[in-house]
């Protein structure tokens, strides 16, 4: 079956890093479109960034142009989502999720002073 298993979430201040993984298996991963949401406290779940199963293809939400980068490894199996002078308003859920509709379980991204 599905398996997304997202990870590297954590605390960080204003204008640092971090890099999110999310490991999958159950489908032929190289194929797939793979795509990073987040959901902010009291709010709906929104798309981060979006890439096609070659890597060829990203799109980003016009919120984390220039300073988010999605990227995969169809070796591993994983797409990692790069993140780049973070701000507070980064700060949410992270979720990986193969369509339909088959989600991780969310990894938390806190950024903070």
């Known amino acids: 079956q599905v398996r997304l298993v997202e990870s590297g979430g954590g605390l960080v201040q204003p204008g640092g890093s971090l890099r999110l993984s999310c490991a999958a298996s159950?489908?032929?991963?190289?194929?797939?479109?793979m795509t990073w949401y987040r959901q902010a406290p009291g709010k709906g779940r929104d798309l981060v960034a979006v890439?096609?199963?070659?890597?060829?293809?990203?799109r980003y939400a016009d919120s984390v142009k220039g300073r988010f980068t999605i990227s995969r490894d169809n070796a591993k199996n994983t797409v990692y989502l790069q993140m780049n002078s973070l701000k507070p308003e980064d700060t949410a859920v992270y979720y990986c999720?193969?369509?339909?509709?088959?989600w991780g379980q969310g990894t938390q991204v806190t950024v903070s002073s």
């Open positions: 159950g489908f032929t991963f190289s194929t797939a479109f």
């Open positions: 999720h193969l369509a339909p509709d088959y």
């Open positions: 890439i096609s199963g070659g890597g060829d293809y990203t």
